[in-house]
């Protein structure tokens, strides 16, 4: 039995190949694979070369890149896979199981539940909502965290710590800007406005019941003509940037009220040359706090993993689900597709808010 994995070969050219199945050996499972969510910004990084990760290898220890890197091709792309439990030599997982995981693009998977991420999802939630519950909602339930131990160090109790009763700005309104908007809302902020430029995830924003800002018409201006909090104090408490480019965060630092802190989930595979630090983040002595889901709040970790964070998002998808199925999962895509789409998205002739991979016609 072959299986198909999407495979990045060099820049610039990406391709659906085959490889030989194996049967789990004894502690493994199989697991076959349903919906894979494409998480656009990073899996282009390596169409187009910029992923740091093709070129240095990350030290953990010493946490630092150093010279090396995974270099071409690229066999794992992506984090986002919902998969059914075919067969399975392990007590920790059924046979039937509908899980969450993070292998990447391919139509099967032999995995070791001691080394794997495994989610068990649960039966009330719709299946392609799952592409969110082992990864990318963690990352955006993680931002959310990270606000919280701003204000509370370690003692924080619920992701509302950080956003309940304040005013809440998203730079960017793309998957991770989108789902950290609604765990915002849902957890009890005051107001949450996005700021994004292009018209289709406006539009999404817009439809999940969102005020959003085009960073063409000055949102700082705006927002701080209505947020005060007190004399020579207005701006957002805090915001979440979740744009990977510079000119993002230069916005997300002018929107800011005084002391404030933009939480930063972006990525970022360029320069930095719009980012002015001489400016608001000098003048109003502010905070750029990196919310990256390889780390939870210094000292938080015996209350809050990600184990915590999928079940933080499974809630999530439990209240907005219909609104995410229907305005941020725009593109059920086949994965003989996938290339093409990839090629698409690389040249800018396609836009899509959340493609998801199907498999045999799903």
């Known amino acids: 039995m072959d299986e198909r994995v999407l495979v990045v070969e060099e820049p610039g050219r990406v391709c659906v190949a085959t490889e030989r199945a194996e049967r789990p050996a004894e502690g493994e499972f199989r697991a076959e ?8 910004g990073t899996e282009l990084s390596f169409l187009k070369g910029t992923n740091p990760f093709l070129h240095a290898t990350w030290d953990t220890e010493l946490g630092l890149f150093r010279p090396g890197g995974v270099g071409y091709p690229v066999r794992k792309l992506g984090y986002m896979e919902v998969a059914v439990v075919r067969e399975s030599r392990t007590p920790a997982v059924t046979a039937g199981t509908t899980v969450a995981m993070t ?21 009330d939630l719709d299946p392609l909502l799952g592409i969110y519950v082992a990864h990318m ?5 993680n931002g959310l965290l990270h606000a919280a131990a701003e204000l509370h160090g370690t003692d924080v109790r619920a992701l509302a710590d950080g956003v309940l009763g304040r005013r809440i700005a998203v730079t960017g309104a793309g998957v991770v800007g989108v789902l950290t908007a609604l765990f915002a809302r849902h957890h009890g ?13 406006q539009a999404a924003a817009t439809a999940l019941g969102f005020e959003v800002l085009d960073p063409g018409d000055d949102p700082a201006t705006t927002l701080k003509s209505r947020w005060r909090h007190a004399a020579g104090d207005r701006g957002a408490d ?3 940037q979740c744009r990977g480019n510079a000119e993002s965060l230069a916005i997300a ?13 972006a990525f970022y595979g360029g320069g930095a040359e719009a980012l002015r630090l001489g400016e608001e983040f000098h003048h109003n002595g502010l905070t750029i706090r990196c919310a990256q889901i390889g780390r939870v709040p210094r000292g938080t970790a015996h209350l ?27 593109d059920l895509v086949p994965l003989d597709h996938a290339p093409a789409l990839l090629a698409d998205l690389a040249d800018h002739r396609r836009h899509v808010l959340q493609a998801v991979f199907t498999f045999d016609d799903r």
Request: proline share 8%; aromatic share 6%; hydrophobic share 40%.
């Open 33 to 40: 694979t349903v919906y894979s969510g494409l998480s656009a």
């Open 103 to 123: 292998y990447g693009h391919r139509s099967g998977y032999r995995a070791d539940p001691l080394a794997d991420r495994v989610v068990p999802l649960p039966d």
């Open 137 to 141: 909602g963690p990352i955006c339930a």
């Open 189 to 201: 902020a005051e107001e949450v406005v996005l700021v994004d430029p292009t018209p289709e995830r």
């Open 238 to 240: 805090v915001v979440f």
């Open 253 to 265: 630092l002018r929107l800011l009220r005084p002391q404030g802190t933009a939480i930063d989930l």
């Open 304 to 330: 809050w993993d990600r184990e915590r964070l999928s079940a933080e998002t499974i809630q999530l998808l439990r209240a907005e689900g219909k609104g995410v199925r229907e305005h941020v999962i725009t």
